[in-house]
């Protein structure tokens, strides 16, 4: 038995939100651009929703989704072909995900979660001798983060999470 009682409906329920962040892109171009690659820091920001269920009083897991409002950079590439630079750039738009994030509370406000989700993206590439092109992309996600309750229905989180995604289809 914890030796807090949390605060009833912290973390459960419906919740409703908006995310900023920075995200660190990076593409392998291997098997098409002599094995280069590129990688790049930029913002994001999206909307999610989600639905916390009290398991108990302690664990709460949530289910819900993410949408980036933004499209993020890839970075750019350099090439030659018959003599002449090629460029190629990259960015990742469309960026949505589903989750599940099974959490414990580990003070009243506070909450430890992990988070584990499947992600999918369009990915628009520019190369100036070949012109550009749009590409399916679809992956896991993994993750941690720390969320804490300043009201029942204001909640501020900090999280982390890894992002792979398949080649193009």
């Given at each position: 038995?914890?030796?807090?009682?949390?605060e009833p409906g912290t973390f459960a329920g419906f919740t409703l939100g908006a995310s900023a962040g920075v995200s660190h892109n990076s593409i392998d171009y291997s098997g098409y651009i002599d094995g280069k690659s590129s990688s790049k820091n930029d913002f994001i920001g999206g909307v999610n929703a989600a639905y916390g269920f009290a398991l108990s009083e302690s664990f709460v897991l949530a289910v819900g989704g993410t949408y980036a409002l933004n499209s993020t950079q890839f970075g750019e590439v350099t090439y030659q072909e018959n003599g002449q630079a090629v460029d190629v750039n990259g960015k990742l738009k469309n960026h949505w995900s589903v989750f599940i994030a099974p959490g414990i509370r580990?003070?009243?406000?506070w909450l430890g979660y992990a988070k584990l989700a499947y992600h999918h993206a369009k990915s628009d590439y520019t190369d100036t001798l070949m012109g550009s092109s749009t590409s399916s992309h679809h992956?896991?996600?993994?993750?941690?983060?720390v969320a804490y309750a300043v009201t029942r229905n204001i909640e501020v989180n900090a999280e982390i999470q890894h992002v792979r995604f398949s080649s193009a289809s």
């Open positions: 038995t914890p030796g807090f009682a949390a580990f003070a009243p406000q992956g896991t996600g993994y993750g941690a983060g």
